[in-house]
């Protein structure tokens, strides 16, 4: 499905569905090999920061594949944990739910989290920041139902368009992806969650950044 001639919002859940397993499902190289170190760095931070008995949520799971890679994480450390997942777009949820994945997805909006206060030890936010209209109202929300720490990845800027360009990508709009509508550092991330908590840890896998927060 090519989204020059289709919107996301006109594809039925199984053409969205489709259209990205068709990036995570990549073989060239290349996107292996920057997936690899994305989730490496992900591995990490589940090893070194989580607990048993703790609780984690990841809010904006899309087609799950990073849900999914958490989720094999936790069970090759055998950290016993209890494990969700929520997205805002129906589309996902239903799909998700119809294959049976082993944690539970629900549907919410990330600027109204159906959580309670502190509920969670630990909230993911991966690749959703940047295409957000409020992201100071999702933050807010990230560390009102974290306890602990937040753990937020983002298009390392001004990199990732750089990196678009190089490989001759969206160069009408100067290499940036489209829905992207926020732009971030590391200096732009640090003053977005400096109200809520101390980052503690920062990786920069190309083309990326990952922030581990602990909330204050």
Request: with cysteine.
């Amino acid at each position: 499905m090519d989204k020059k001639f289709v919107g996301f919002d006109e594809m039925s859940k199984d053409e969205l569905w489709d259209y990205n397993k068709l990036e995570y499902d990549s073989q060239n190289p290349i996107s292996k090999k920057l997936y690899a170190n994305f989730y490496k760095k992900i591995d990490f931070i589940l090893k070194n920061y989580l607990k048993d008995n703790d609780k984690l949520l990841e809010v904006g799971c899309g087609a799950a594949e990073s849900s999914l890679r958490i989720k094999s994480t936790l069970d090759s450390l055998k950290i016993t944990t209890a494990f969700e997942a929520s997205e805002y777009d129906n589309r996902y949820v239903e799909k998700i739910n119809s294959l049976d994945f082993p944690f539970k997805v629900i549907q919410e909006s990330v600027y109204e989290l159906t959580r309670k206060d502190n509920e969670f030890n630990m909230v993911f936010l991966l690749e959703v920041l940047e295409h957000l209209e409020m992201p100071e109202t999702a933050i807010k929300e990230l560390f009102r139902i974290s306890s602990k720490y937040v753990v937020i990845s983002v298009p390392n800027e001004p990199i990732w368009r750089m990196a678009n360009m190089a490989r001759l990508q969206y160069l009408k709009d100067f290499g940036n992806t489209p829905g992207h509508i926020n732009h971030f550092n590391f200096r732009s991330l640090n003053k977005l969650v400096k109200p809520y908590g101390k980052i503690v840890k920062v990786f920069r896998p190309f083309p990326w950044i990952i922030i581990v927060v602990e909330k204050q």
